[in-house]
């Protein structure tokens, strides 16, 4: 199966710390400016999400991985991977006092991976979560 969303061992690390100390986490990918355009990773239920976000998948453990439609739009044909760096996140992610922040890597999907992806179900919205 092709996965639109993966993460890295270190970044999986730091989720599930983070985890420890803030209960179940969300990602929401916007395409907004300055640090709306970092993954940004939520306590669970702390950001609605809503029929303008697809979920893309899980990262972690269990993490939902939700990205805005129009951000999608951008990326519907590439890979993404959660990943961690030194430096300050954003002050509404749960990583901004670690002195860490996600970031996304990405690669285009192969041409196999994305006829497979095409020819099943879209990404749920926020609407209709699995």
């Given amino acids: 199966m092709t996965e639109r969303v993966t993460v890295t061992e270190e970044a999986a690390g730091w989720l599930r710390r983070l985890a420890e100390t803030h209960g179940p986490l969300m990602f929401h990918q916007s395409g907004g400016c300055c640090d709306g355009s970092s993954p940004m990773?939520?306590?669970?239920?702390?950001?609605?999400?809503?029929?303008?976000?697809?979920?893309?998948?899980?990262?972690?453990?269990?993490?939902?991985?939700?990205?805005?439609?129009?951000?999608?739009?951008?990326?519907?044909?590439?890979?993404?991977?959660?990943?961690?760096?030194?430096?300050?996140?954003?002050?509404?992610?749960?990583?901004?006092?670690?002195?860490?922040?996600?970031?996304?890597?990405?690669?285009?999907?192969?041409?196999?991976e994305l006829a497979a992806l095409e020819a099943g179900p879209p990404p749920p919205t926020g609407d209709d979560p699995p």
């Fill in 41 to 112: 990773c939520y306590p669970r239920g702390e950001f609605q999400v809503g029929a303008a976000d697809l979920l893309l998948g899980e990262v972690g453990d269990g993490i939902p991985f939700w990205i805005s439609a129009a951000q999608y739009a951008y990326w519907s044909h590439t890979h993404l991977t959660v990943d961690v760096v030194p430096g300050r996140g954003s002050g509404f992610s749960v990583e901004a006092p670690e002195g860490i922040r996600f970031l996304l890597r990405s690669r285009l999907f192969t041409e196999p």
